[in-house]
């Protein structure tokens, strides 16, 4: 990866010259391109600690770096106050795209993760009705993390949390209103699963009895749509019924913190010392009544997660959560999880354009419906364009268009013109690679090596709105390529350059269009 070759430059240039790196190097890349493909103000950092003008500490690495790596830069410039820009040789970019070709599926491939096993918990919607748009956010953005980190070298376990326990208040509400004592709306689904599961409710005996037979059924229906509809598979779907309370880990884990001395009691409740593992106070986890609370289940839960050896865990949750989140960090903390605990909480997602989608007034709009409307690719794309801790608007009709107004489709049809291209000619690994010096191939080589490097990123910061504008960035230059050089021409030589070049161009969008589980057409 190049930003990881110039950061190894640069630190043996610190030593060379005598500037002990007491910092990580940060090698950014420039807005502006007058400023170079990478710069660094490590010169400013380390001003103070040597006593020295940064730009003086700028003006003798640079010296250092060229002396060390001829052929890397076609120039290396120190600019005011300190900064130190780099610019990257044609020959250097010439040069990677063979190992491009060579690399196929494997390329941008980086190995931050040495093996290490990550949990991602994500969707884990209440088993009490249909998934609607705002579980769709969840379901893109916890599959997407996985395959990034699958990329960055974590082995990756997708799990599916189902809050079926007999005793809780969702199934308890369902109960009712299955049994036609409860005041929940009854959707056109629900009065069809209940009709269905009909001889069988008749049976039964208590409100908790049929929420948890009619959510069993709902969570099958949900099982079904998110492996085979969404195309997303799930390592370990996780029943709080089944491997939580009839295991007995809540028991097991009030008792755990009763001899620990982490819990206490009061007004009748048992109450859990957070506040002295950096929560802002303590919380009730077994009521006055004897009945856990589900934070005592999470808790059981996490433990669970943790005894099974992950290095990383990550929970996505939705912005109702966003309460929980410290209470869950504290609790890692109680439980000396020496791992990484992180938790990511969505905002809200709404429609624009989407008056079809919810004509009766009062229901929900199911993830199912917009999937319908606009298609599983257009859906994925448009959920990930935004951090996830922002409010996303999806416009419905933006994402139904066909044409280059549609992001989506626009970088579609960057891959399907690249594979009419390569139809009509065979590109060769062995070319003349000097003769790539068009300003558009350079700009497209260059998109091409930031591909290990948004990997690397999205696995370490999870910012995955990275990926479609990546996409989108990579399709612009590839069309900007496309219209000012052409491909197939009477120089033989020039011909297979650009088809190499074109056929790069094709590992690398369809590797970012994996990521994102969106599919590479070969035809429009």
């Not at 044409?403 to 579609?412: I, L, M």
Request: with cysteine; charged share 30%.
């Amino acid at each position: 990866m190049l930003r990881t070759e110039i950061r190894k430059l640069l630190e043996k240039a610190a030593i060379e010259a005598g500037f002990k790196v007491v910092s990580p190097v940060k090698i950014e890349r420039p807005e502006e391109e007058s400023h170079g493909d990478y710069s660094t103000n490590f010169a400013m950092q380390a001003a103070s600690n040597f006593k020295m003008a940064p730009k003086y500490i700028a003006d003798n690495l640079k010296g250092h770096i060229l002396n060390m790596s001829p052929g890397l830069f076609e120039k290396v410039e120190v600019v005011d106050p300190g900064f130190i820009n780099f610019f990257v040789s044609k020959k250097y970019l010439q040069g990677r795209i063979p190992g491009i070709i060579e690399d196929k599926d494997k390329y941008g491939r980086v190995e931050m993760g040495g093996g290490s096993k990550a949990n991602i918990e994500l969707i884990s919607a209440n088993p009490t009705g249909q998934l609607h748009i705002g579980n769709g956010r969840n379901a893109f953005s916890g599959d997407v993390l996985a395959n990034v980190l699958n990329k960055a070298g974590f082995k990756v376990t997708r799990e599916y949390f189902i809050n079926d326990a007999g005793n809780s208040k969702q199934i308890n509400e369902l109960g009712k209103t299955v049994l036609g004592k409860g005041e929940s709306y009854l959707t056109d689904y629900l009065r069809s699963k209940i009709e269905s599961l009909r001889p069988k409710l008749e049976k039964v005996k208590s409100e908790s009895e049929a929420g948890v037979l009619v959510a069993a059924s709902i969570q099958k229906d949900n099982q079904e749509f998110i492996e085979k509809k969404l195309g997303i598979k799930i390592d370990n779907w996780v029943s709080e019924e089944k491997a939580i309370y009839k295991k007995n880990k809540v028991e097991k884990m009030l008792k755990w913190l009763k001899e620990k001395q982490l819990v206490y009691q009061k007004e009748g409740a048992w109450w859990i010392k957070t506040s002295q593992f950096g929560d802002e106070k303590d919380w009730v986890v077994v009521r006055e009544t004897g009945q856990p609370t589900y934070l005592l289940s999470d808790i059981a839960y996490h433990k669970d997660k943790m005894d099974r050896g992950f290095d990383k865990i990550i929970d996505i949750w939705g912005a109702d959560h966003q309460g929980h989140v410290q209470k869950m960090k504290s609790v890692g903390r109680m439980l000396g999880y020496e791992g990484d605990l992180e938790i990511l909480v969505l905002q809200l997602v709404t429609l624009k354009g989407g008056e079809r989608l919810s004509k009766r007034k009062g229901e929900i709009v199911t993830l199912e419906k917009l999937v319908d409307e606009i298609g599983l690719d257009a859906a994925r794309f448009f959920y990930l364009q935004k951090s996830l801790d922002t409010h996303m608007d999806i416009d419905v009709s933006l994402a139904k268009e066909q044409s280059t107004k549609n992001p989506v489709f626009y970088a579609q049809y960057a891959h399907a013109r690249i594979c009419s291209i390569l139809e009509k000619a065979k590109a060769d690994k062995k070319f003349s690679q000097d003769l790539l010096n068009h300003p558009s191939e350079l700009k497209l080589m260059k998109e091409l090596l930031k591909f290990p490097e948004l990997v690397e990123d999205t696995a370490q910061d999870y910012q995955l709105q990275r990926l479609p504008a990546y996409t989108l960035e990579l399709s612009a230059a590839f069309h900007q390529f496309y219209h000012d050089c052409r491909v197939i021409s009477e120089n033989k030589k020039l011909t297979k350059a650009r088809l190499s070049l074109v056929l790069a161009a094709k590992i690398v969008l369809k590797n970012t269009l994996d990521l994102m589980g969106i599919s590479a057409p070969d035809k429009m």
